[in-house]
């Protein structure tokens, strides 16, 4: 064997269990711009789920070629043309909306293979974002660590914001969960205390 | 100097098969022997065999060198070796040459047992399931039930396919690299005119040269340089030859003046001297008959029906031949039957014959997906 030991992100990303506490074991997933695999493998691992993840990146690619998991090259840019409609139970699209370039066709593409949907995004709402702008300068998140100029970061929005993109999109939210810089839940003024914002919707037809 | 990743010094093993090889066309080989290779040792439960289907001009030779020549390196031995992405440390690993080839198995240069002559012309047009099928007589022979992997580019990335469907039970993956679901009709025509290139050089004889002694090299250096200039690209070409001359300045006249026509004229000769021209014409047609999905009125994801392995599909961005569409195509239809199934499209410039280059990311890869398969 080869020095093909990939670092277990899990433990970084305590996102990962509010994702999974929506998905029902045996389910076929599909987890676009999967990164490193981590998710899908731990969906795998905990859920038992099939499913594939869709990544550009040639470095996320072969890490996920060492964690064993499903993955196409693809770009989500140019749609998902390779998936049948309504083929997957659910369609993951986690904390990458915010770099998406056309933000209204990915989520019709994920209405349209997907039966429900899941997207996880930074909440740009969080307070202390919004110090930072009052301050006069442009956040630097935890969950979005770059500078304005170097950031692959080109659509960021709030809670309140993407709410209103899902009504525009004829996309039905069925359940919606909101952490904050601890990773717990917040309930009491979401769009000003969540730090991370997890939404599960399905198409109205 | 000794690679010491090589797999060292090889020697062709022979079987004869009895049995006789019922053919696509509907004619029949009654019994025929093919030449192949092994590396590493197959272990005490037969599950780590890894069947290499070798491409158009290809044959058993993947890795290695033979004691006798020094330069007699296997095809891939960049990729099949002890340490190397196709582990043969791990992996039993074996190399055939198909039949119809010229390369030790029974082909167009054999003689026909029925006549005491050559084949020649008279040699049954082969098709990937033949060989398939041939090569699934060899892992008979040799006990094994069940490959790990069935691996191929090219013309040998549509035999893996083929495994799939006609042996679903005996691959658990399937390596299938820069090759396509069928060909286009630009490939097709491709093919033809090096087809016709062999077939109306005057040293042909319509396909029995062997009898008058001779060979139509013209025709096969064609073919070869013809088909030399759509493996690779046209940015390999321009960094590796430009418009470079032989003699630094124009002659004005039709002898070699820039550096790509000597090389193709080169690589024609070499191929001319080595290769049989009734091979080649083989080659070629199985290339252009295969198309798994129209049995199924052309739907390539009902033909994948069938299929139970695990793939891995890579294609190149400068292959034009077989063009990362073509494996998007393979992707697709195993996409809609649930297999599992990796895609890399890989940045390289060399065009089609990028899945015999040593490309360290393509290596990665391969290597990654070969040491998860458990044996």
Redesign the interface.
Known sequence: MTDTTVPSTIALRPDFAAIAAWIHPGAKILDLGCGDGSLLRYLRDTRNVFGYGVEIDDDNLLSCFRNGINVIHNDLEAGLSSFASDSFDFVILSQTLQAVRHTEGIIQEILRVGKEGIISFPNFGYWKNRVQVISGRMPVPETLPYNWYDTPNIHLCTLDDFEALCQQCNARILERSVMNNHYRPVNFLPNLRGMLAFYRFESKG | MQDSKSVGVVIPQFVQIDKPLQLKSGLSLDSYHLVYETYGQLNAAYSNAVLICHALSGNHHVAGVYAENEKSIGWWDNMVGP?KPIDTNRFFVIGVNNPGGCHGSTGPASVDPHTGKHYGAGFPVVTVEDWVEAQAQLAEHLGIEQFAAVVGGSLGGMQAMQWTLDYPEKVRHALVIAAAPKLTAQNIAFNDVARQAIMTDQEFYGGNFYAYDTLPRRGLRLARMLGHITYLSDDSMAAKFGRSLRNGELSFGFDVEFEIESYLRYQGDKFADLFDANSYLLMTKALDYFDPAAAYNGDLSAAFRVAKANFLVISFTSDWRFSPERS?EI??AL??N?L??????I?SSYGHDSFLMTTP?YH??V???M??ISI
């Open positions: 340490g998007r992707v697709k996409l809609n649930e599992n199934v990796s895609y890399a499209e940045t990311y990665q890869l290597r990654a997906y040491d998860n």
